[in-house]
């Protein structure tokens, strides 16, 4: 048995029945040439199904020992609980696709089983297929999400006959440990060794929270502090419901943008984002006087570890109190690299413990509700490293990968993007309940970033217009 890190049980302690605390993926195939997508459906759920033992961490069920959860070995895998073939009705759109999505990624998983689930999906009547994926958020974040996507796809349409990501030889180095139970003195043993690891970082770790709770922007007008995010529309109380938009920008077009304003391609995506939430509050009337704070994962994964959670935060100023786009992302830039600075001084064990003492402030506010007016970000916004050429599964060309992540009681949207084959991919999830007309976003995103594109000067001509999904 292997035991979670404080990160990732922290993801099972927030799980309830309005807030299920998976991350997943919506990937869409185009059918090899001469087959419909029905047929190779039906081909690929045939070969699929026959692929019935999995590798770990496919194979990782959870147990609680001593107060703790661990990962252990299911003697009882079965992958019909896991794995389900879905036909769209007529006409089959898309928006009845993305319709299906939401309602699969708002349901929650049987922790008495490996916490995975995948559908495919036929029926779309532009003949493409959809595989949507999810996974516990506990099992693996999203930068492990998308190298096991990767060692799943091919890069030629001519191989063939490829195992599914639950049976990928190549996650099998991952495996935890799991050859007979372990006694009580082990586990205790394990637990004073993890405690002892993590006693050597509290220093560090005590120093930059406090200074992150009290520093204030009169000392430091690029900080930004855990307390200083506004309430907003944004962090009301959620629903079980979703509602999932998803649309592809050209990464030539962002990294121009970038270029041509002396700025990161994470700033503009930033920028963008704090445009379209402006123009969507301004909309609702219910725009906050000081900015938008959002928490943004960055992956401190060293290795190719398939795993676990290996993530820090940090928390950007999207400058929505701002109507210029310039002074905009000048300003989410400067709070950016502020944040990063903070982390270069401090080792990646202390970073860990930092992020998890910081979402522990968060997760205690949004489980008891005791501090309500203290709102340590308004928003994730969650930027996941993907391949960049084309991939293939089983001759069938990849023609985008969507996230679909979590939201939180009090957070009642999520953007997350992920490059691929020199697109950008953006997912967004809301509470359906919670925000009206949320799908606005996709259109407010695209107009914040032509007005970058405005003030940096670069012709309409070269801008390669947005893909929708939805």
């Known amino acids: 048995m292997k035991a979670l890190t404080p ?3 922290l993801f099972l302690w927030l799980e309830r029945r309005n807030q299920p605390m998976h991350v997943g993926g919506l990937i869409l195939l185009d059918a090899p040439g001469g087959s419909s997508g029905e047929q190779f459906v039906r081909k690929m759920v045939a070969q699929m199904r026959t692929y019935t033992e999995a590798v770990a961490p496919f194979n990782q069920r959870l147990v609680s020992r001593l107060g703790m959860w661990f990962w252990d070995e299911d003697p009882e895998f079965d992958l019909e609980a896991h794995f389900f073939h879905l036909s769209l009705p007529k006409p089959g759109r898309i928006r009845e696709l993305l319709e299906l999505v939401s309602k699969l990624h708002a349901s ?54 490829m195992p599914p990501f639950w049976a990928n030889a190549e996650l099998r180095g991952h ?85 041509e304003l002396e700025m990161t391609l994470n700033d503009v995506v ?7 939430l402006r123009k969507y ?6 725009l906050p006087v000081r900015p938008l704070v959002a928490m943004v994962p960055v992956s401190l994964r060293r290795d190719d570890s398939a795993t676990g959670n290996h993530v820090a935060l940090l928390l950007a100023n999207l400058a929505t109190d701002t109507e210029d786009p310039v002074e905009r992302i000048e300003k989410v830039a400067r709070s950016v690299n502020d944040s990063k600075q903070r982390f270069a001084n401090m080792s990646q064990t202390e970073i860990m413990n ?32 993907g391949p960049k050429h084309k991939l293939y599964f089983n001759g069938a060309g ?6 679909v992540s979590l939201l939180l009681d009090g957070q009642a949207l999520n953007i997350t993007l992920n490059s691929y084959d020199g ?21 407010f995103l695209e107009e914040g970033l032509q007005e970058l594109e405005a003030a940096a000067r670069i012709p309409e001509k070269t801008g390669v217009k947005a893909k929708r999904a939805a």
């Open 7 to 9: 990160n990732d049980q």
């Open 108 to 161: 929650q998983m049987d922790r008495a089983k490996p916490l995975w689930e995948a559908y495919l999906i036929d029926g779309i009547e532009d003949g493409r297929v959809g595989l949507y994926v999810k996974v516990h958020h506990a099992l693996v974040d999203g930068v492990a999400c998308m190298k096991m996507l990767q060692r799943s796809m091919a890069d030629s349409p001519d191989i063939h006959d």
């Open 175 to 259: 495996s935890q440990r799991s050859a007979q139970a372990e006694g009580l003195v082990t586990l205790l043993g394990r637990a004073l060794d993890t405690t002892k690891t993590q006693l050597s970082s509290l220093p560090k770790v005590i120093k930059e929270v406090a200074r992150s709770i009290w520093q204030t922007s009169v000392a430091d007008p690029d900080f930004v502090s855990v307390i200083q995010a506004p309430r907003s529309v944004l962090n009301q109380r959620i629903t079980a419901s979703r509602r999932f938009a998803a649309q592809s920008w050209s990464m030539e077009r962002i990294k121009t943008c970038a270029l």
């Open 270 to 276: 930033l920028a963008m984002c704090g445009a379209a």
């Open 281 to 286: 509050l301004l909309e609702l009337d219910a």
């Open 354 to 385: 930092y992020v998890a003492t910081m979402m522990g402030i968060s997760g205690v506010n949004m489980l008891t509700g005791i501090a309500p007016k203290l709102q340590a970000f308004n928003i994730v916004i969650s930027n996941v490293p």
């Open 398 to 403: 990849v023609d985008g990968v969507y996230p």
């Open 423 to 443: 697109k950008l991919e953006f997912g967004l999830v809301a509470c359906r309940r919670t925000l009206p007309s949320m799908q606005k976003l996709l259109q």
